[in-house]
């Protein structure tokens, strides 16, 4: 007998009563039914989003939507500025790149949040600019980035400001129309509590006018198909149905939880976190932590990869470790979607059993003390 | 109390022990178990497909396979011959234009298969064609190709054949290596009998090198990318891995069945519908018609939309009418996948209350009994 855990940034783990429906006999995605079930969740996915426009649903991983936003934005040859701080702010210049953009890139040191005085200026140095495209939470660091003050000055001028929300939808505060972002897309595996698969994307009304004068090609993630299949109550390709069986009732959750108290328990899971790890020896990582990842580094003395792997296959316990040139040097506690305060504590015990198999002295149970201490508190 | 039966072409029933591995706990996309996943998947699609060459696993529905298809051969301006006879052939069109080919659309009357003889001329006249596309089987007919002497024709060409075979794959034959078919595309909802979300695409030696040189736009489908994550045991996104949690059982099943006999079993239930529906006095539709759907002329005097819609929303038994300029004039019920003769007989003695109900004389039983002396026969 061994039991799992996973406390990984995507997937994250799915509450049993929104897996069952995934096993449930699927509908027809041309009745009434599926009509019904295309509502709930449209109605649940803008909650989440706190939009008044659609959300639309696409049958793809995070990084299909990714692609949808540029590939519906850009024309070859357009320029953009990407906000990169990380493998994921990366992987908008990759894609940018791929679809013929000319990328002015504004790097951030990782474990930094974009810097928006940057950003300003690049603006300012690049009127032409077609959009701005940035990350809400770096799933990579673990930062979260200020989307509220990139949205005041993104709107002040002709460009779009692009958010990859994949790892951050549902866990992270965030208010699409208040905060004045033109395109947001997600998933289904990070704070929304579903398997992977679908993929979203919504618009503001200034984007929209710049998707219909779009010339780059497109079908399947065309948004104008997509829009024009919302009256009919579906989507233009077959879905995913299962999954949105599954993500009607995850939606159902955090609706009749609410949306602000969802925030604040991620909240208070990362106040924990952070807390646990700094009271293991721990360094945390990221200078402007998000609500949904804790990252912090590792001793040198210790080979993340090993001990990452060491977790999973001794403890049965998944937590994530760096990537790319942060490969082996940082770990990262999730705490993301279904979560509650004791599975973080068995992330510190088992990162603390972890740290003394590969030769740290950690004094028993300080980091689980420490963040007891700080669940006390909030 | 209602029961629900499903004898639509895709979504296809889910088999009980199929749709319960997407409720189990999910597994992390980069690990040991899921290589163990990905390679046992991977066996299964390679048998299925009767391929020596990699299938490529996509998070998309089948449009986003089609894409796919096109997005990694066909470079803007390339011209490209559609073999089209059909809503799907059409969207072979749609998606090429969109991606700015020059189609030349070979276009066969609704209801017969791919002339053969004038695709041979349509390659005499364009040397330059890039690729033809087609249907394995024509969903929106129920006509199945001679994809053996398509791949005869283009196997002399120095153009590829791409092949749909969406609804056909997993139970009607094919062979994708001796019968020479460069990319063949499909989708989890159909014969594969897993719910949708995944979508698959092989690609002959012969045209990986078109692949490598095509200079499209590309990136979530990029079959280069895709290929470079192979020896990893992985996708380069994260994919839906609870439905290929359910592909990895749905294989197997396959592969235990003997995929000659999951063939056979089609034929069979092929010709036993064929009996029935003539023997409720309808004219079958498709001349030459595929093992996985059976279309057929309804009466003049019957509104086929209505009587569909009174079929699922009264009896339970979801059917599909037709598509497109066939509205109301046909009934299709598909016989693919998860299927016996038991679900053939609901669907006969179904059709024949419908046909009562708006009107038309039939004799009872008069399908069902045609469809057994057809069982007894084969």
Chains 1, 2 share one sequence.
């Not at 709930?40 to 049958?59: A, H, M, P």
């Not at 906000?83 to 992987?91: L, Q, T």
């Not at 701005?132 to 939470?137: E, I, R």
Request: charged share 20%; aromatic share 8%; with cysteine.
């Amino acid at each position: 007998m061994k039991k799992f855990y996973l406390i990984t940034p995507g997937p994250t783990p799915i509450p049993p009563e929104v897996a069952a429906q995934s096993a449930l006999p699927i509908i027809h995605h041309r009745t009434h039914e599926f009509g019904d079930l295309f509502d709930q969740v449209s109605q649940g996915l803008k909650y989440v989003y706190q939009t008044k426009n659609d959300v639309f649903i696409i049958t793809a991983s995070g990084s299909g939507a990714m692609e949808s936003a540029v590939a519906n934005v850009v024309n070859p040859g357009d320029k953009v500025i990407v906000a990169s701080g990380g493998s994921f702010g990366e992987r908008w210049i990759k894609i940018n790149t791929a679809f013929g953009a000319t990328v002015v890139a504004v790097k951030d040191e990782l474990g930094q949040p974009v810097n928006v005085e940057k950003i300003r200026e690049a603006l300012k140095a690049n009127p032409d600019a077609k959009a701005v495209f940035c990350q809400h939470t770096e799933t990579s660091t673990g930062v979260v980035n200020d989307l509220k003050a990139l949205g005041e000055i993104v709107a002040a001028t002709p460009a779009l400001l692009v958010v990859d929300a994949i790892s951050g939808l549902g866990g992270e505060e965030l208010h699409m129309d208040d905060w004045k972002l033109d395109v947001v897309v997600a998933g289904s595996q990070k704070g929304l509590m579903v398997a992977p698969g679908l993929a979203f994307a919504s618009v503001s009304d200034k984007a929209w006018k710049v998707i219909e004068a779009c010339k780059n090609h497109r079908f399947y993630f065309d948004y104008r198909l997509i829009k024009k299949s919302i009256p009919n109550k579906e989507t233009p390709w077959t879905p995913a149905v299962t999954l949105m069986q599954s993500l009607r009732a995850s939606l159902g959750m955090i609706k009749s939880d609410g949306i602000e108290n969802v925030w604040a328990r991620h909240r208070r899971l990362a106040k924990a976190t952070r807390a646990g790890m700094q009271g293991l020896g721990l360094k945390l990582f990221a200078t402007n932590p998000c609500a949904v990842l804790t990252s912090a580094y590792l001793p040198s003395s210790v080979d993340g990869n090993k001990l990452v792997d060491w977790m999973r296959d001794d403890l049965g316990v998944s937590v994530a470790g760096g990537q790319e040139s942060l490969k082996g040097k940082i770990v990262r506690l999730a705490h993301m979607g279904y979560m509650d305060q004791f599975d973080i504590l068995v992330g510190l015990t088992a990162l603390e059993t972890g740290l003394k198999k590969f030769g740290v002295a950690v004094p028993p149970g300080k980091g689980v003390q420490a963040a007891m201490e700080a669940f006390a508190a909030v």
